[in-house]
């Protein structure tokens, strides 16, 4: 058996492996926040479903074997001192299996089979396969021996609760390998296409394609970049259920869905290299967009959800992202976005304006994409600072777009509307050194110590000087070591694990930077890339981070995290690069 290839490695129990277009990993993460003994084959169809248990044994007595584990992007393996297994992905539903001096327990997750849920197990006559079917994800999973020998199968045409599986064993060198896959209805006899090192090397190759396609200019200074990649690669699924295109997932953890911003940091990362999965990427929620143009809030295979919103930050993302594109978009791809960022805003502009209000407001602080931020303790149905911001540079964007295509009338209410909107901001939130949020229906304002509070920073180069060194200065009481904490940690409302009412999160840093940068504020700006970058290069991609101590926390393998971090770390080696030509280095 050949040696694992070199390269990235990571820990399945942080991040799981998976490949680009797949709707299933390999983890011990088998529900949220629920880590199991052995790696499962973990589905992502009809919601996150763990369907099969692998478990590494002893050849001779069939009893299970302490391994350690090992992940590349290429390669997994269960390594002993008696022998290893190795699995591979040979195509998006196919992983390939060879074991050498150590066998392989395949069971079902779950041992209850009811008429409406659990796993049925049978032998395939036509190929002597052995099928697990789950009515959880509605698939079916072919096991198919290649060599070796089938030691043991078990509950096979079984009901109600019953040990359910297969056990394969050594040949008379101490070899096996079989395929694993995951189907709809019914299928050809599987029939290997390469040898499992070819399988290896083509997904290395594929790996190190998006890589290079992504990260181009990734060096020593940015350590953590190819994992970054990998994330962002192994998270993609191909086309199913409701989500039309290929998409980035935020997670094949518990969160394993595309939610309507979180969707525009990944097309961001993806645009140089991908640009056509970055379009995808972009424009997934928009398939969704309701008669009011509202976005759903999240979508995923089997599921749309519109019981909440996300704030309008996609002008602002469609700006950056026409201009990280490698080519010019065309006037019909225009002209669709136009329509559908016309009608995401006309939705804040009719649907959330009281009557006779300039300012829309959010109706929870689910809307703001902040959940549970302090901002919204006294009120959930508020008019807040950071929601006008982002409508004033999507109607700015809008502004550009309509004029770019002859529709002047469009441009100039655009602009109206957004000069309208920018001076109700200043008029009605604005304190004189902070703004603040006021109800909705009332006249009743506050502050809080939320990051939220001073997200206005966004509008960059349209803030005055005076308010935006203001907003500067209160952002730099939330820099802690690790980066921006979206509570400030002196604060009684702080949590170190309180998801928006403390932690560090990637979109707030990428937001908050860029609104610096374009306000002319470098120097705070670059300590926060900083902080951020080495906070993924030492604690990985979490869905957020202690502020104070760094550790990742909630879902550990988060592609909005990895992206962000790719867009800041990409705009940092472009400057270094630039300062070294300009000083003649």
Known sequence: MTAPRSGTSFSVHDIPFSTYGSWFDISPVVAENTYAEDLHLVSHQTGMHAVLRLIPLNPATGERVDTRIEAKPDLLSWISTAGRIDLAYETPDTVRLRGHGLGLGIAAAEQALTPFSGTYFYREPQTEAHVFTSYETGRRYRITLLSGVLAEATGAQALGAADRGVAIGTDGDGHWEIAVEEYETARRPYAPSTSFDGIVEAAQTAFTAFTDDVAPWRSTGTSAAELAAYVVWSATVRPAGFLTRPAVLMSKHWMDKVWSWDHCFNALALAPGHPGLAWDQFFLPFDHQDESGALPDSITHSEILHNFVKPPI????????????????????????????????????????????????????????????????????????????????QLRELAELAAELGLEADAHRWARTAGTIQAATFAELWTGERFATRAADGTDTWTSASLLDLMPIVLGEYLPDDISALLAGRIQSHLTPHGLATEQPASPHYLSDGYWRGPVWAPSTVLIEDGLRRAGHHRLADDISARFRALCEVSGFAENFDALTGTGLRDRAYTWTASSYLLLAEAHERRRAESARRAGV
């Open 314 to 393: 996609h002008g602002w993302a469609f700006g950056h992202l026409r201009r990280r594109l490698p080519t010019p978009l065309t006037r019909s791809q225009l002209t669709d976005a136009y329509a559908r960022l016309s009608h995401w805003t006309d939705f804040w502009l009719t649907a959330r304006r009281a009557p006779g209000a300039v300012l829309p407001h959010y109706q929870h602080g689910n809307d703001s994409g902040w959940d549970n931020a302090t901002t919204f303790d006294p009120e959930r149905v508020v008019v807040t600072a950071d929601l006008a911001a982002f409508l004033i540079l």
